[in-house]
């Protein structure tokens, strides 16, 4: 079981910056690849990027070359460094596990988050 806690949303300028932190329990979070995933209201839950246990990353387009996300296993952290931002960026964020190798589609991960909110002003 892994409970995973989001931090970091807020409210800011376009063009600023966020770093958004997942937190995740468990001894075996290494064994875990870790996504996120945003949501705006009145879509769809979409993929933005994810890194595998072995730390490769993959992004949805429009992010590439904006944000970067990494991960620490001795601190149990994934984090999403957020530059760049647009207001089209606006949304709640969720970190969600699953074994091993990362992917693009929610329905594939087994454990979520709370969310957190990341709204961008123009």
């Known amino acids: 079981q892994v409970q995973l806690v989001e931090s970091g949303g807020g409210l800011v300028q376009a063009g600023g910056s966020l770093r958004l932190s997942c937190a995740a329990s468990?001894?075996?979070?290494?064994?875990?690849?870790v996504g996120w995933f945003r949501q705006a209201p009145g879509k769809e839950r979409e993929f933005v990027a994810a890194?595998?246990?072995?730390?490769?990353?993959t992004y949805y387009d429009s992010v590439k070359g904006r944000f970067t996300i990494s991960r620490d296993n001795a601190k149990n952290t994934v984090y999403l460094q957020m530059s760049s931002l647009k207001p089209e960026d606006t949304a709640v964020y969720y970190c969600?596990?699953?074994?091993?190798?990362?992917?693009?589609?929610?329905?594939?991960?087994?454990?979520w988050g709370q969310g957190t909110q990341v709204t961008v002003s123009s």
């Open positions: 969600a596990a699953r074994s091993y190798r990362s992917s693009w589609r929610a329905g594939e991960y087994d454990y």
């Open positions: 468990g001894r075996t979070f290494g064994s875990y690849a």
């Open positions: 890194i595998s246990f072995l730390g490769d990353n």
